[in-house]
Nanobody
Framework: QVQLVESGGGLVQAGGSLRLSCVAS????????MGWFRQAPGKEREIVAA????????YYVDSVKGRFTISRDNAKNTVYLQMNSLKPEDTAVYYC???????????????????WGKGSLVTVSS
């Protein structure tokens, strides 16, 4: 089983940037597909981005394309989400997620994952 711990959330003005980090422990990090999900108040959880085991392939939900970048450093057991040009509608709790089996595209299709972090709050003020 893998444990996930997010960091980097906070309060930022619209148009600003934040970088979320998620450190994994407990298993071989490179064996896992990684993703970022978010849940805004009163809304369903949605996938934001996902990345393949090697980092060579990524997926983004349409609403963040061109603004967010997911990346991973397998030597540091860490996945990142760089968020630029933030909008008030990006306000949510952001969750790091991991799957041992399947692809990052499969994670995006099923909109879920096997392992989850506790979440990091991102608040974008207008």
């Amino acid at each position: 089983q893998v444990q996930l711990v997010e960091s980097g959330g906070g309060l930022v003005q619209a148009g600003g940037s934040l970088r979320l980090s998620c450190v994994a422990s407990g298993r071989t990090f490179s064996d896992y597909v990684m993703g970022w999900f978010r849940q805004a108040p009163g809304k369903e959880r949605e996938i934001v981005a996902a990345i393949s085991r090697t980092g060579g392939s990524t997926y983004y939900v349409d609403s963040v394309k061109g603004r967010f970048t997911i990346s991973r450093d397998n030597a540091k057991n860490t996945v990142y989400l760089q968020m630029n040009s933030l909008k008030p509608e990006d306000t949510a709790v952001y969750y790091c997620a991991a799957d041992r089996f399947g692809s990052h595209q499969a994670m995006a299709v099923r909109r879920s994952a096997d392992y989850w972090g506790k979440g990091s709050l991102v608040t974008v003020s207008s």
